[in-house]
């Protein structure tokens, strides 16, 4: 019974993550997330994977971020008109 729920919790997560890769309110690209994903988790881990949430914590930890992070932050910011 253990074996047949864990399966089917996997076969869940599978699932629905390219379902929600596929939603992003503001089209992240995948530099954008290479470059920010350990900012996001190490700031900003609560508000996932809530795109406003993560958004409004980056704006907030903005001066912790890595070089690269804040580079493509910024430009993103700029190409979104979100600055």
């Given at each position: 019974m253990?074996?047949?729920?864990?399966?089917?919790?996997?076969?869940?997560?599978?699932?629905a993550q390219p379902a929600y890769a596929e939603i992003s309110k503001y089209n992240i690209t995948d530099a954008e997330k290479a470059a920010c994903h350990?900012?996001?988790?190490?700031?900003?881990?609560?508000?996932?994977?809530d795109?406003?949430?993560?958004?409004?914590?980056?704006?907030l930890n903005k001066a912790?971020?890595?070089t690269s992070c804040r580079t493509v932050f910024n430009a993103g910011m700029t190409r979104r008109h979100l600055d």
């Open positions: 253990l074996k047949q729920a864990m399966i089917y919790t996997g076969l869940v997560v599978a699932l350990d900012d996001v988790m190490a700031f900003c881990s609560e508000a996932f994977p795109e406003d949430r993560i958004l409004a914590c980056m704006k912790n971020l890595t």
